[in-house]
């Protein structure tokens, strides 16, 4: 599936308008706060204080957002690095296993080719691995009672193709029809209740700027694996 110009001059300009306004509403967020914890004395003494506490958490939350939203949408130049594909899996993985463990989901990573290595900015690339791994977490979450019966299962692969580093993730969750399948790489295209539609065009521009491109293969009722292809060191 191929990222058409438009689409990147739009996520452009999304992200720019996207980052304006987070901004702006970052130093309301900080006002208000300030003013609950001035208040904070007072409220304890009407044996308030718990309201206090919901409304700074919340606060708390609400700033964590914005501030991913901003890391999410910032176009920055990577900062690249001399890294083994393997090792950089391996840190995903470790990453991933709790929120795996907790949805009984089996991470099935074969670390063989520990000399493929790439350049790249680790924190972009690691992003991506994670947004791609995420969606199958939920994609194996939303299955269907007869599928369910099978063990979730992620399975991870490295594997040198050509000039090219492949790191594939490959789930056994519901799958996606060919609508989504068009439309997974354009901003802010979600099919989930509380998705943001960013996790995948963000991604897709990351591997973009570093030369490579993602493929992807998806079934209804068996699963989806996608690819990410990096340009390989010698
Ligand atoms: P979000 O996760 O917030 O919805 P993404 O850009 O990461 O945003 O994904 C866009 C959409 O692509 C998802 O809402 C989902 O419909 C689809 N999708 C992505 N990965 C998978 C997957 N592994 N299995 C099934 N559907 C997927």
Redesign the pocket.
Known sequence: IEQTAYQNDKLAMLGKIAAAIAHEIRNPLTSIRGFIQLLRPHLMQLGKEEYARIILTEIDRANEIIHEFLNSSKPTAPMKQRVSVASLMKEVVLLSESEALMKGCLLNFEGSEERLEVSIDVKQVKQVML??L???L??ISERGSEQKEQQGRIDLIVHQEHKSAVITIK?N????DRN?MTR?FDPF????AD???????VSYRIIKNHGGFIKLN?EIGEG?E?NIYLPSLP
């Open positions: 947004n791609i995420r969606n199958a939920d994609a789930d969750g519901k799958g996606m989504t997974l295209f979600t099919t989930k998705g943001t539609g960013l996790g995948l065009s998806s989806t996608f």
